[in-house]
């Protein structure tokens, strides 16, 4: 797995993967702290990655995440909060776009993606799709701060929540 601490910018491009990445808390592939732009774009991958927490595919702490251009996270897992992505402060945003895709990730909460606080956008033809977790199939905010858009022909399709209260 990769970390990148303060107001450090990580970019994956291309056919650049991260492949059974394991974190013990945080980001199993990727994790980035204050300040950090994680740009994965250009058909990059993050698959097959877990923690045993938050973040199966990734994390972000008070950072900005850029998932687009064909770049995906697919079956990454965590075992509490967001299967592909968690991210974990105001200051964090989390924009997925273009025909970028989070597929079959899982966790006990957020099985594509879980947010503590911050925004979250799923813009264009972007999609999560085969997510799965007892809460927030797909997408999960947690607190009030949080929030999500979805816009353009954006998709959240085949994702399974299976507790709904």
Known sequence: AIAAM???NVTLLGASRIVGGVASVKGGGLFGAARTVLTIKNSAQIRD????ANGGGLATVGGLVILEDDAGIAACSATLYGGAITQEDDASDVVV???ASIRSCSSRLGGGVFAFAGHFSLDGAAEIATCDALFGGAVMLSASGASARF???ATVRA?????AS
């Open 6 to 8: 303060t107001a450090a």
């Open 49 to 52: 990655s877990h923690t045993p």
């Open 97 to 99: 776009r273009g025909n």
């Open 151 to 153: 816009s353009g022909s």
């Open 159 to 163: 994702n399974v929540a299976y507790i």
